[in-house]
């Protein structure tokens, strides 16, 4: 009983950590407006270059990074060695992707983007996000039939 | 400081930190990026209806729901004491087109013209509230990922499929803001 409640404890503190790297991120995603409909719309258009900043700078940072953790076998804080799971090749990243991208350019806003547009106070988003998690489950249930 | 933090920040500040949560989390846990996941999670945990695909221990993945609720905190924060205080600053073609749409309020990031509790229950509102997000949730999981999982993780790890599913979203984009939502905004 005593060793069970320990363990909870160190999983409360393991996930808290997590809570904070999206709290910092989600704060980024608001001052860049990354969160924006308006800056989703000039993506789109071509109007403006800041979105594409954006993503290809953190794709290069990310890159980078990757590089660098495989290259020098570096752990984590943990001292465990470092895996991510390779990406296998399906027609549902070109059905489901064009898909994406037509709610991504309507919303103006990925899943990522929904969760921090609620917390600016856009109550309304929740409906976007619940739409979402339908939109999710439906695919989770329809996945059988669907061409991968 | 505090008054240039609220100033939007540029995409060569705000890029390259985004790109720095990949090695956070993979540092912090071996965690790979990714947020559409979390909406899964949110399905087995909720209603998983007996559903293969949501039949798995989502307690494992509970990291990932914690790291959308920090976005969300981080949405709070982000608005509210580093909030700014100007109105936002946007392309004045953007401007010229929105006018017709009768968009015109440029207080929030969300456009408040269209997207309000009132208009969630006309046509218009509905479909891009309501279809957008259950496209945007649909479309991910078919794809097995969203902007973080393929575009910045994915391109991180050189994945090929997520630069497959990359472009495919950024057609999807391009299809939808200039041949097809100019039509909806006008409902």
């Given at each position: 009983?005593?060793?069970?409640?320990?363990?909870?404890?160190?999983?409360?503190?393991q996930?808290?950590?997590?809570?904070?790297?999206?709290?910092?991120?989600?704060?980024?995603?608001?001052?860049?407006?990354?969160?924006?409909?308006?800056?989703?719309?000039?993506?789109?258009?071509?109007?403006?270059?800041?979105?594409?900043?954006?993503?290809?700078?953190?794709?290069?940072?990310?890159?980078?990074s990757?590089?660098?953790?495989?290259?020098?076998?570096?752990?984590?804080?943990?001292?465990?060695?470092?895996?991510?799971?390779?990406?296998?090749?399906?027609?549902?990243?070109?059905?489901?992707?064009?898909?994406?991208?037509?709610?991504?350019a309507?919303?103006?806003?990925?899943?990522?983007?929904?969760?921090?547009?609620?917390?600016?106070?856009?109550?309304?988003?929740?409906?976007?996000?619940?739409?979402?998690i339908?939109?999710?489950?439906?695919?989770?249930?329809?996945?059988?039939?669907?061409?991968? | 400081?505090?008054?240039?933090?609220?100033?939007?920040?540029?995409?060569?500040?705000?890029g390259?930190?985004?790109?720095?949560t990949?090695?956070?989390?993979?540092?912090?846990?071996?965690?790979?990026?990714?947020?559409?996941?979390?909406?899964?999670?949110?399905?087995?945990?909720?209603?998983?209806?007996?559903?293969?695909?949501?039949?798995?221990?989502?307690?494992?993945?509970?990291?990932?729901?914690?790291?959308?609720?920090?976005?969300?905190?981080?949405?709070?924060?982000?608005?509210?004491?580093?909030?700014?205080?100007?109105?936002?600053?946007?392309?004045?073609?953007?401007?010229?087109?929105?006018?017709d749409?009768?968009?015109?309020?440029?207080?929030?990031?969300?456009?408040?013209?269209?997207?309000?509790?009132?208009?969630?229950?006309?046509?218009?509102?509905?479909?891009?509230?309501?279809?957008?997000g259950?496209?945007?949730?649909?479309?991910?999981?078919?794809?097995?990922?969203?902007?973080s999982?393929?575009?910045?993780?994915?391109?991180?790890?050189?994945?090929?499929?997520?630069?497959?599913?990359?472009?495919?979203f950024?057609?999807?984009?391009?299809?939808?803001?200039?041949?097809?939502?100019?039509?909806?905004?006008?409902?």
């Open positions: 009983m005593g060793y069970k409640k320990i363990d909870l404890e160190n999983k409360a503190y996930n808290v950590k997590y809570l904070i790297v999206g709290m910092l991120f989600g704060i980024i995603f608001v001052k860049s407006e990354v969160i924006s409909w308006f800056r989703i719309q000039e993506m789109f258009r071509l109007q403006s270059f800041h979105m594409y900043g954006i993503i290809g700078s953190a794709v290069l940072v990310g890159m980078i990757v590089w660098l953790i495989k290259r020098f076998n570096i752990k984590t804080i943990d001292g465990e060695p470092i895996h991510i799971s390779p990406k296998k090749f399906n027609k549902g990243q070109i059905y489901g992707g064009l898909i994406f991208g037509f709610g991504w309507i919303t103006g806003a990925c899943p990522g983007p929904l969760f921090a547009q609620i917390g600016t106070g856009a109550t309304v988003v929740t409906v976007t996000l619940l739409s979402a339908a939109g999710t489950w439906f695919y989770g249930y329809l996945r059988e039939r669907l061409p991968h | 400081m505090l008054e240039l933090l609220k100033q939007p920040w540029p995409w060569y500040i705000a390259p930190l985004i790109g720095l990949v090695p956070a989390l993979l540092l912090l846990g071996n965690k790979s990026f990714g947020i559409s996941s979390s909406l899964r999670h949110i399905c087995a945990a909720c209603v998983p209806a007996k559903i293969p695909f949501f039949q798995y221990n989502w307690k494992k993945e509970m990291w990932n729901l914690f790291f959308v609720a920090g976005i969300l905190l981080g949405g709070i924060v982000g608005a509210g004491i580093l909030g700014n205080p100007n109105a936002i600053v946007v392309t004045p073609a953007l401007m010229e087109e929105l006018v749409y009768g968009i015109t309020n440029y207080n929030n990031l969300v456009p408040e013209d269209i997207m309000n509790w009132q208009s969630l229950f006309t046509v218009k509102g509905f479909l891009l509230m309501a279809v957008g259950f496209l945007v949730g649909f479309g991910t999981r078919y794809a097995g990922g969203c902007t999982g393929h575009a910045i993780m994915g391109l991180s790890n050189l994945q090929w499929p997520s630069l497959v599913a990359t472009i495919c950024m057609i999807g984009g391009f299809i939808m803001a200039n041949l097809i939502l100019p039509y909806i905004l006008l409902l």
